[in-house]
T-cell receptor, first 117, second 110 residues
Framework: GAVVSQHPSWVICKSGTSVKIECRSLDFQATTMFWYRQFPKQSLMLMAT?????????EQGVEKDKFLINHASLTLSTLTVTSAHPEDSSFYIC?????????????FGPGTRLLVL | RKEVEQDPGPFNVPEGATVAFNCTYSNSASQSFFWYRQDCRKEPKLLMS???SGNEDGRFTAQLNRASQYISLLIRDSKLSDSATYLC???????????FGRGTSLIVHP
């Protein structure tokens, strides 16, 4: 099956630092990747849709200057949380949609837990 | 009204029981529906897609009711390993952008 990896799996950082999270599709190419955030006991909230070679599409209420997304290749998308604050602490999950399958088919990465002190 | 609504539960059932979850959605133009399973502190994994004609995979049956705008998931002969949160996912009408429900927690006990 399709595999999506995320790195790092855990991050603990001081307030004000920037954190970069990588999402890779390991055995397929993905023109579209999604970034989600999940707070405890809450649903996954879509933050943005990342398209290879173009700017990401952000959901309403998500600051594009705060959450920088780069989708530089068909197998890699990165999310950078700039000047992280404690309220940014969350579980960040990416998913990728294989090029040869309908775009609604998504494979999820294992997630990255971010804790901002 | 939320776009996708689920009863958070928890549903606490004994092994072997049959349990059903519903999920309602607000956008009548939605075309694609899914059930995902999420274990504690893990990523969601696709359980099954939901088709107009309904579909069955072993002990799991999913149904779609467009008139009432809800989907359902039925689990027969519950196993301890079925304990998880079940997420309903509905794609926005005319697109593949997914909207997740909050999830329904299932606890299967011996």
């Amino acid at each position: 099956g399709a595999v999506v990896s995320q790195h790092p799996s855990w991050v603990i950082c001081k307030s004000g630092t920037s954190v970069k999270i990588e999402c890779r599709s390991l055995d397929f190419q993905a023109t579209t990747m999604f970034w989600y955030r999940q707070f405890p006991k809450q649903s996954l909230m879509l933050m943005a849709t990342s398209n290879e070679g173009s700017k990401a599409t952000y959901e309403q209420g998500v600051e594009k200057d705060k959450f920088l997304i780069n989708h530089a290749s068909l197998t890699l998308s990165t999310l950078t949380v700039t000047s992280a604050h404690p309220e940014d602490s969350s579980f960040y999950i990416c998913s990728a949609s294989p090029m040869e399958l309908p775009e609604e088919t998504q494979y999820f990465g294992p997630g990255t837990r971010l804790l901002v002190l | 009204r939320k776009e996708v609504e689920q009863d958070p539960g928890p549903f606490n059932v004994p092994e072997g029981a049959t349990v059903a979850f519903n999920c309602t959605y607000s956008n009548s133009a939605s075309q694609s529906f899914f059930w995902y399973r999420q274990d504690c502190r893990k990523e969601p994994k696709l359980l099954m897609s939901v088709y107009s004609s309904g579909n069955e995979d072993g002990r799991f049956t999913a149904q779609l009711n467009r008139a009432s705008q809800y989907i359902s998931l039925l689990i027969r002969d519950s196993k301890l390993s079925d304990s998880a949160t079940y997420l309903c996912v509905v794609n926005k009408g005319g697109s593949y952008i997914p909207t997740f429900g909050r999830g329904t927690s299932l606890i299967v006990h011996p």
